[in-house]
């Protein structure tokens, strides 16, 4: 057998680093630092369950209006009860989260919860940061009504704030940061049928820091801030998710084997037909 020829070594070499490239490209974004991103390290019970009882290491909630309707679960446990007194089922199917690990399920009724939020170090002021993560929405089992739901996130020295005028279908919801440098952006809008559900979703964000330490702030948003109690529920898991996970880095670096591959196959293509 003959070795292959340096031109040949050169063009799939250049195949896989051009691989290599893109998903360095795709990686040399600035994530922002969060830690415990998929919610599996926890003090206390057990998921399903309060996020506040759940206790997420280094995630925090932010002050409640009324009723505490925001909850860590765990995989294959969003359509059914809970161990939080008021944890509710939403209709299914619903699949798990494709990052795995635990999630965020949250009323999105603006009297009904508040954010979770956690603190964000080491940040360069003016600096803008990337942040992804996953999100799903749908309703709360015996109720019905087409939702829409989304996910407030916000990076300042404040966390978010949550302030509700009216009351039952009557209120309406607005949120501020009281950081006047905050940075505030709302996630892709998600529709959900009536007793139905939306799938999961990669969002990417980009949020600018202006201070060394920021407060990292989620709230979930549902039917534009209305207090109407159908309920829209929000979904969040993955927090910081990559863009680019490593499965897909593989496969692209798969394709530049295959590149090389391909250019072996042509040169003994080519022999064959001068023999």
Same mark, same amino acid.
């Given at each position: 057998?003959?070795?292959?020829?340096?031109?040949?070594?050169?063009?799939?070499?250049?195949?896989?680093?051009?691989?290599?490239?893109?998903?360095?490209?795709?990686?040399?974004?600035?994530?922002?630092?969060?830690?415990?991103?998929?919610?599996?390290?926890?003090?206390?019970?057990?998921?399903?369950?309060?996020?506040?009882?759940?206790?997420?290491?280094?995630?925090?909630?932010?002050?409640?209006?009324?009723?505490?309707?925001?909850?860590?679960?765990?995989?294959?446990?969003?359509?059914?009860?809970?161990?939080?007194?008021?944890?509710?089922?939403?209709?299914?199917?619903?699949?798990?989260?494709?990052?795995?690990?635990?999630?965020?399920?949250?009323?999105?009724?603006?009297?009904?919860?508040?954010?979770?939020?956690?603190?964000?170090?080491?940040?360069?002021?003016?600096?803008?940061?990337?942040?992804?993560?996953?999100?799903?929405?749908?309703?709360?089992?015996?109720?019905?009504?087409?939702?829409?739901?989304?996910?407030?996130?916000?990076?300042?020295? $404040?966390?978010?704030? %949550?302030?509700?005028? @009216?009351? !039952? +279908?009557?209120?309406?919801?607005?949120?501020?940061?009281? *950081?006047?440098?905050?940075?505030?952006?709302?996630?892709?809008?998600?529709?959900?049928?009536?007793?139905?559900?939306?799938?999961?979703?990669?969002?990417?964000?980009?949020?600018?820091?202006?201070?060394?330490?920021?407060?990292?702030?989620?709230?979930?948003?549902?039917?534009?801030?209305?207090?109407?109690?159908?309920?829209?529920?929000?979904?969040?898991?993955?927090?910081?998710?990559?863009?680019?996970?490593?499965?897909?880095?593989? $496969?692209?670096?798969? %394709?530049?084997?295959? @590149?090389? !591959? +391909?250019?072996?196959?042509?040169?003994?293509?080519?022999? *064959?037909?001068?023999?």
């Amino acid at each position: 057998m003959r070795p292959l020829s340096l031109k040949a070594i050169a063009l799939g070499s250049t195949a896989i680093g051009l691989t290599l490239g893109v998903v360095g490209s795709a990686q040399a974004d600035t994530f922002l630092s969060v830690t415990n991103l998929t919610f599996t390290d926890y003090s206390g019970p057990a998921p399903k369950n309060y996020f506040s009882t759940v206790d997420p290491s280094g995630w925090y909630r932010g002050p409640v209006i009324s009723d505490d309707l925001v909850f860590i679960d765990a995989p294959g446990t969003a359509t059914v009860q809970g161990g939080g007194q008021n944890s509710y089922p939403v209709y299914g199917p619903f699949a798990n989260p494709p990052p795995g690990g635990n999630f965020v399920q949250a009323d999105g009724n603006p009297s009904f919860e508040s954010t979770f939020d956690q603190n964000i170090t080491g940040l360069v002021p003016g600096e803008t940061y990337t942040l992804s993560f996953w999100q799903a929405a749908g309703q709360q089992q015996s109720f019905s009504g087409a939702t829409t739901e989304q996910w407030i996130v916000s990076l300042g020295t $404040s966390p978010l704030t %949550v302030t509700v005028k @009216g009351s !039952g +279908g009557t209120g309406t919801g607005t949120y501020a940061n009281t *950081d006047p440098n905050a940075t505030v952006v709302a996630s892709t809008l998600m529709n959900t049928p009536s007793q139905g559900t939306s799938p999961w979703q990669l969002v990417t964000l980009s949020l600018t820091a202006d201070a060394a330490t920021d407060v990292l702030s989620f709230l979930a948003w549902g039917d534009g801030g209305s207090t109407e109690n159908e309920p829209p529920t929000v979904f969040l898991a993955g927090v910081n998710s990559p863009a680019l996970p490593e499965p897909v880095s593989l $496969s692209l670096f798969g %394709v530049g084997l295959v @590149g090389l !591959g +391909g250019v072996v196959r042509r040169r003994r293509g080519k022999r *064959d037909t001068k023999a």
